[in-house]
């Protein structure tokens, strides 16, 4: 079995890069498909784990290099799951991740303005796989649950700031980044692939 040494982390994303360079093991070199000229490819799955899988096979093969991909987004309830697997696209439809909220926000008060019972109900999930060239690939998903409230905080990215996970006081946006990254979605997904892929660190 051949020890990983070098992986490609499969995103152009630099928060999303560096939480999934800071979970994986000191001792690896990490590359970014940005050093490789590499641009990511179109999201055509219809669920977080074909998109994780899509872009997993798609940079391992453009960069001939193990690689680990995620996709992941935001779960609104009371908005029928919205904006999904749409999360990065919702961003660039209103004009980046700070009006995108805001939609998220207004959509939200409008659904409970009538209600006695509000549904804040939210959650992210992160689907993460691994891909060696030989075709072989793992994956798995992590889901954190929480809810909508009003923007709060400045760390983080995409929808940190509007998503306070459930037995928290603070969003993500306000959490120091060393307490965020050890329990959030991408935390749980990788803690999931960790028990199956230990033996190649």
Not at 52 to 72: G, P, R, V, W, Y
Not at 105 to 110: A, M
Request: with cysteine.
């Amino acid at each position: 079995m051949n020890k990983i040494s070098k992986i490609l982390i499969g995103s152009n994303n630099k928060g999303k890069f560096k939480e999934i360079s800071d979970l994986l093991p000191q001792s690896i070199e990490k590359i970014s498909p940005a050093k490789m000229g590499i641009k990511s490819p179109e999201e055509t799955g219809k669920t977080f784990l074909e998109n994780a899988e899509l872009k997993a096979d798609f940079f391992c093969k453009q960069s001939k290099m193990t690689t680990i991909a995620d996709d992941s987004g935001l779960e609104v309830s009371c908005l029928n799951g919205e904006p999904g697997i749409l999360s990065a696209r919702w961003a660039d439809q209103y004009g980046g991740f700070d009006s995108a909220m805001l939609e998220i926000l207004k959509r939200v008060r409008h659904f409970n303005s009538k209600k006695k019972i509000k549904d804040t109900n939210a959650r992210f999930i992160c689907a993460l796989t691994i891909q060696w060239t030989n075709g072989k690939k793992i994956s798995e998903q992590g889901t954190i649950e929480g809810n909508i409230i009003s923007k709060k905080g400045k760390n983080g990215f995409g929808y940190d700031a509007i998503f306070t996970p459930k037995g928290y006081k603070k969003t993500f946006g306000e959490m120091e980044y060393n307490k965020k990254v050890l329990i959030d979605h991408r935390f749980v997904a990788f803690k999931k692939l960790e028990k199956k892929i230990k033996d190649y660190f």
